[in-house]
């Protein structure tokens, strides 16, 4: 994944004119602030976090405990900082920790969780990335002295490289009991859990009532420029402030980081439902060009993964020739390309993605003959 097709773009001196025109689908993170959001960064109250004198980024910590139904909450730079953060907390060096094979922790993460938490990964293989419990007690480590002990269950919702799917929330109630019960603790890697909630129609207490911590992204779906939140008991969040500081994360005037992610998490979950909606229409889309794979109905949220083997380019080919048209796309396997909807992407765009693929795609087949 990650391949960046053509890299011209912002050296092009019609870049200004010519990003007006792109649709970019890579991702949603590539968003950017909305004028209220930039209004607020301007006039941010702010003090050093460091010192807990930040007005602003205690009142987004309040409200995103408060909306998580938890004790506290920590803003943290980035999703990956959150995620190690709450790894190191809920495991010791030696530890084993339970996650799925293309989780974000266990790809993406360039292997903080061995590098600094200083425990492995233990691969489980999810249903399209989702886990239940029969998956994780397989592969629960003896409580034998000479193996590694499993300390910690990584769970990922929605499933970024599954193509955003969903964790029901039954699923992680049984995964938080039983694992619970065993000694070991459950980490939600909540990047898109807002995603997941509008899904499901459910909150994202309720989501996530068991679990002992969350970590999820302010600057994802919910457009934020910056930052991403754990969510936990005190006990837990006084923790994570001390390994903030350790892992480099400690922020001073952050205060305009957090109003611009404050009011991506009163306002942004209340959009995503359109994001959704786009992502069905490019799914529906896709699936009746030929050549191209994806079924419809397992798109859940604002993630679409779809096969382009019967193209006869691989994924990296195609990306390259949609980006010729000013439709970006990414390739995540040799041939997956995802397209991910944001709120900086509109029905008219996505229609305009469909049509242009259609016609790319329909030029290597007639290339092919
Ligand atoms: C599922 C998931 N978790 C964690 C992250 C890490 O977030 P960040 O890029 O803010 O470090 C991402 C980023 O794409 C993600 O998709």
């Known amino acids: 994944m990650g391949t960046i097709a053509k890299s011209g773009m912002l050296s092009d001196p019609d870049s200004v004119m010519r990003v007006e025109n792109i649709v970019d689908l890579r991702s949603d993170t590539v968003t950017r602030p909305t004028d209220p959001m930039r209004r607020a ?27 998580f139904g938890k004790e506290a909450a920590l803003f943290v730079p980035t999703g990956c900082m959150g995620n190690l953060i709450a790894i190191k907390i809920l495991t010791h060096h030696g530890n084993e920790v339970i996650c799925d094979e293309r989780s974000h922790v266990n790809l993406y993460e360039l292997a903080s969780m061995s590098a600094i938490a200083g425990c492995m990964p233990r691969i489980a293989r999810g249903e399209e990335g989702i886990l239940s419990w029969k998956m994780i007690e ?8 000479y193996d ?56 994202v207490a309720r989501m ?47 205060g305009v980081l957090a109003a611009a992610g404050f009011l991506a998490l009163e306002e942004s979950p209340k959009r995503l439902h359109i994001d959704h909606a786009n992502a069905q229409v490019l799914a529906k889309g896709i699936a009746a060009i030929r050549g191209l794979k994806v079924d419809p109905a397992k798109v859940r949220s604002n993630i679409v993964i779809f096969d382009c083997e019967g193209t006869g380019k691989n994924a990296v ?53």
């Open 41 to 67: 960064m301007a006039e941010a109250e702010v003090g050093d976090d460091v010192y807990g004198e930040d007005p602003t980024v205690n009142r987004l910590e309040k409200r995103a405990a408060e909306i």
């Open 317 to 369: 080919e195609l990306c390259d020739l949609l980006r010729e048209k000013d439709i970006w796309a990414l390739d995540t396997a040799t041939y997956s390309v995802r397209f991910v909807t944001h709120c900086d992407v509109d029905r008219a765009g996505c229609e305009r993605a469909l049509s242009v693929l259609a016609e790319v795609v329909a030029q290597t087949q007639t290339a092919r003959g």
């Open 208 to 254: 996530t009532k068991h679990l002992d911590s969350v970590m999820f992204c302010l600057s994802k779906g919910l457009g934020a420029p910056v930052g991403s939140m754990i969510v936990g008991s005190a006990a837990f969040t006084e923790k994570a402030r001390i390994y903030r500081k350790m892992f480099g994360g400690g922020m001073r005037q952050a």
């Open 138 to 145: 397989a592969v629960i480590r003896p409580k034998i002295y």
């Open 148 to 203: 590694s002990q499993t300390a910690l269950i990584c769970l990922e919702n929605t499933h970024n490289m599954w193509g955003g799917t969903v964790y029901p929330t039954a699923s992680v109630d049984e995964i938080c009991g039983y694992a619970h019960d065993a000694g070991l603790k459950v980490h939600m890697d909540g990047a898109r859990i807002f995603n997941a909630a509008t899904a499901l129609g459910e909150s």
